[in-house]
């Protein structure tokens, strides 16, 4: 009978060893990790879209400050690709941001617009648009 004490005990001493040395790998695993997130966790891009280029244009926003934009370009690829900054800049001699961004429908748009209007209060607003971005 005490035999079979033993074996219980060396089992459950086997079992409590074991979970202690998951514990140690799962927090040896994630420290560092937690860690790295804590340091860089300001030049993470969150994932707010599905579109990658809208999530980049929100994150570089977020870092300008609101009182140094005169003019802002909004809309699809077509406005990201086609306005040229240092041309805007010259002509105008005013501060620029382009906020478009790829597959930004006519829609998404205007809700964008409101928002970020009330946020940087631009004297004036450019927008270059296709047929498609209707669609």
Do not use: C
Not at 2 to 23: A, P, V
Not at 43 to 51: A, H, R, V
Not at 98 to 126: A, E, H
């Amino acid at each position: 009978m005490k035999r079979s004490i033993n074996i219980k005990e060396q089992i459950h001493k086997g079992i409590f060893k074991f979970y202690i040395k998951i514990l140690l790998m799962v927090l040896f695993a994630t420290i560092p990790l937690i860690i790295f997130d804590l340091i860089t966790y300001k030049s993470t891009i969150l994932k707010l879209s599905t579109s990658n280029s809208f999530n980049i244009k929100l994150w570089k926003m977020h870092n300008i400050n609101s009182s140094k934009i005169n003019i802002i370009s909004i809309g699809s690829s077509i406005t990201l690709n086609n306005l040229n900054t240092e041309s805007i800049i010259k002509k105008y001699d005013s501060s620029y941001y382009n906020t478009s961004s790829w597959g930004f429908r006519i829609n998404n748009q205007y809700d964008f617009l409101k928002i970020i209007t009330n946020i940087y209060k631009p004297s004036v607003v450019i927008t270059v648009s296709q047929v498609v971005d209707y669609l």
